[in-house]
Nanobody
Framework: QVQLEESGGGLVQAGGFLRLSCAVS????????LGWFRQPPGKEREFVAA????????DYADFVKGRFTISRDNAKNTVYLQMASLKPEDTAVYYC????????????????WGQGTQVTVSS
């Protein structure tokens, strides 16, 4: 079992920055893929970014490329989502997610979820 605990959400003005953190526990992460999804109000949950723990390969949704960066701290077993140039349309609940050895693109195929953290971007 993998436990994921997000933190770092909040209210920010358009153009601002936030960093989300996801503390991971319960398993050795060498074969896991960690990442972030978000669910805007009234919409479906969507993929944002993913990182392969071993090797650090990353993937991003087109709508965040160049603005968001996913990274990890091996010593702290933590994955981060650095968000810059935030837009009102980035307002959503952001969820940390983990899969064992499979891609992390489709919400229905995610093995583990965090509880979510709210990000609100004001115009």
């Amino acid at each position: 079992q993998v436990q994921l605990e997000e933190s770092g959400g909040g209210l920010v003005q358009a153009g601002g920055f936030l960093r989300l953190s996801c503390a991971v526990s319960g398993r050795t992460l060498s074969r896991y893929i960690l990442g972030w999804f978000r669910q805007p109000p009234g919409k479906e949950r969507e993929f944002v970014a993913a990182l392969k723990w071993s090797g650090g390969n990353t993937d991003y949704a087109d709508f965040v490329k160049g603005r968001f960066t996913i990274s990890r701290d091996n010593a702290k077993n933590t994955v981060y989502l650095q968000m810059a140039s935030l837009k009102p349309e980035d307002t959503a609940v952001y969820y940390c997610a983990a899969n064992y050895a499979t891609n992390l693109f489709v919400p229905s195929r995610v093995d583990y979820w965090g509880q979510g953290t709210q990000v609100t971007v004001s115009s």
